[in-house]
């Protein structure tokens, strides 16, 4: 079984029709990259994922639960096991950023402090961000606090992560560094992951899967090298020139 499966998935908000007939599956330790243009559905796939939101119509499997029939018990047993890189990175103002990254380790789970320590020292070495320990969110640039949101999505080590575009906002070599940090922890962890990304580098590198969306469909999906290579004209349109 597939660790997470789309099934024909609906959604519409009123007239909106955003997903139509969405289908894709990830298998356990498989990362899958979508790329999409600006409106597509892209976030709104990844809140399906994790229970944010609900089809109107279709299966949404994760590590084999169906995600839309848990019960606010059954759910937040899952996200547990469930990372989620937000795209405007949701930090809590009022805290440290040792204290946001600690977040997801002191909500229902028995975890010492000594862990704790531990466990975000760990994932902030990771994001290179070791000695921001006690800075707030606002004394921090974007791209910092694009890291502190990361450090946060990992630090319980989650089965599944769900990377809402990584690399926005960050300049080109930190872009890279996060791509080459998500790549090394699905190899490290055997972490499935889906990831939004408008970076075809970052595709490239974090990607074992690519799948190109539009319409609430995806219209080409295959080894990055090969969608990226790809000679479908709205394919083109979305990605520009090829590259290399
Ligand atoms: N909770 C919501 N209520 C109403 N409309 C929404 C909601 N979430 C997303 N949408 C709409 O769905 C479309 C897709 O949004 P989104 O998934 O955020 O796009 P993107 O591909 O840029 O991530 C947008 O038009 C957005 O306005
Ligand atoms: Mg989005």
């Not at 009123?14 to 790329?35: C, D, I, P, R, Y």
């Not at 970076?199 to 990055?224: H, N, Q």
Request: aromatic letters at 4%; one cysteine or more; charged letters at 25%.
């Amino acid at each position: 079984m597939a660790t997470i499966e789309l099934r024909d998935v609906h959604k519409s908000f009123g007239a909106q029709k955003v997903l139509e007939g969405l289908s894709f599956s990830v298998e356990q330790g498989q990362s899958l990259v979508l790329m999409g243009p600006s409106g597509s559905g892209k976030s709104v796939i990844l809140k399906h994922l994790i229970g944010l939101l609900k089809p109107d119509h279709g299966e949404v499997e994760v590590m084999g639960k169906s995600v839309p029939e848990l019960s606010g018990h059954e759910l937040s047993l899952l996200r547990k096991d469930m990372g989620y890189l937000f795209q405007h990175s949701a930090l809590l103002n009022w805290m440290s950023v040792f204290d946001n990254v600690a977040l997801p380790l002191r909500e229902g789970r028995d975890c010492a402090e000594s862990e704790i320590r531990e466990r975000v020292q760990k994932v902030l070495a990771l994001v290179m961000l070791e000695g921001a320990e006690l800075k707030l969110p606002e004394q921090l640039s974007g791209g910092m606090q694009k890291r502190v949101g990361l450090a946060r999505a990992l630090v319980t080590e989650p089965k599944v992560i769900l990377y809402d575009e990584p690399e926005a906002g960050l300049d080109p070599e930190m872009s890279a560094s996060i791509s080459a940090t998500i790549r090394r922890l699905q190899e490290e962890l055997g972490t499935t992951s889906v990831t939004v990304t408008h970076s075809t580098s970052c595709a490239k590198t974090v990607g074992d899967l690519l799948a190109v969306f539009e319409k609430g469909r995806i219209i080409v999906s295959g080894p990055p090298a090969e969608v990226l290579a790809s000679e479908l004209p709205r394919v083109r349109e979305f990605l520009g020139t090829p590259i290399d």
